[in-house]
């Protein structure tokens, strides 16, 4: 197995193999990503992959890696081409994506993508860089001046390395070349992810240049999005499955699940491709889809994430065998449900019963330790905005009590530990923070008053503090199991 040649072509692929349905030779690159992982190449780039069959156009992707090589070894050499291998409880599916046309990283990356940015075939900017690489201050909306990308490419803005920057960057070279401005797409897990993007830009720019400022807040689109698609790292058994299927060795092979979805905000600067071919949906408002999505799906998640791996449990699918958990993660998704506006074209309760479905897919292995990744860039989205909504709607504040604790003790138990489970941009400051806190109300207090965070709504208000004080308590004295049975006789 281990010698079959390097996928590199469409050309002797194993039968019952999707194909791209287009010449992928045949169409040039008008869309730059920032962000190569493994969800773009499980979503975005598959849904340009079928609107590149269903209406062509000059839309294929150059993707760019700013903090390593590792995805232009692995794309580069296959001529852009990789498999996605769909899996769920009925099988196994491979498909082969062509819409990456190039891939640029590591160093003298953020200096390609700049270039790259400013050709005027490029046309829209998309992105998947994960909440903590923006560098946008949640509160004022502004940019963060102390994270460090912000701060060194503010420090020279001609040579920027972060997002914000080369945005900023790019759109200041096209002012000045008279080249119409590209739409800005952020494809990340954020709330009004296009406005705040927006803000944070603009405010950027006004810092090194007030006009270019006004030209980008009149002149450039952020449109907002939901995207969705559960998409684990990928593994050895990832990389052979490809080659079992295809035949050919693919180091940039992912997996996913079947399910897909993309709700967009319909404002582009100079057209879009067909992506509707993919399944994406269109809309004037995303945030209904948005905070849906957030709420329920990663809401959940992040719950299950760290109550889970505090019992055990290495993988989602295995919290959904676990009884007593499986019904903390459904009553998480109804309290969640509970202070969502109607969104008229989705029926919530199909919504909440399709994403249990797809987190007991026994086919995928969705590591908790992955999804507790970041939690002070992930929690203030998906658990402490619903649940100021539902401290103000007088609705009951325990399941996201009982989630903020399991984030509080997963911190505790693993900040010195030797695996860096404790994978969080704020890492030092949450350890710092804890230095001499020992009690359940000395560790709420301390994490709480991180600046950021936790909301001043909830950390002030008493009833709040109480119910995670009380839950923290159980986990640290009695442990994990037996605060989830607390939790399920509440
Ligand atoms: C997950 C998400 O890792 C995480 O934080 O909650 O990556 C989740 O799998 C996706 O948002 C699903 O679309």
Redesign the pocket.
Known sequence: MTSAPRLSSLAGINEGVTLPGYDPSAHGAGIVHLGMGA?HRAHQAVYTDAALASGGGYWRIIGVSLRSRTAVDQVAPQNGLFTVLERSSAGTSARIIGSIADVVGGEGAAAQALSQMTRPQTRIVTMTVTEKAYGIDRETGGAEVSHPAVAGDLAHPDAPKGVLGLLVAALRVRREQGTPPFTVLCCD?LPENGALLRGGVIDFARRIDGPLADWIAETVPFPSCM?????PAATESTLKDAIRATGFADRAAIETEPFTQWVIEDRFADGRPDWEAGGAVFVDDVRPYELM?LRM??GA??ML?YAGHLAGHVHVRDVMTDPDLSLLVERQMCAAQATLPVVEAVDLDMYRADLLDRFRNTAIA?ATV??A??GTQ?LPQRIFAPALDAMRAGQDLGPYAFATAAWMCFVVRHKNSAEAVLRDPMADVLRDSLSSAQSAPEIVAALSAIKGVVPQGLSQDKGWRNAVTARLGRMLTDGIRAAITAEIEI
Request: proline share 0%; glycine share 0%.
């Open positions: 969800f897990n995207v969705d698609r559960i998409t999505k799906l990663n998640h992040s994430a969705h992955q999804i990744m970041d992930k």
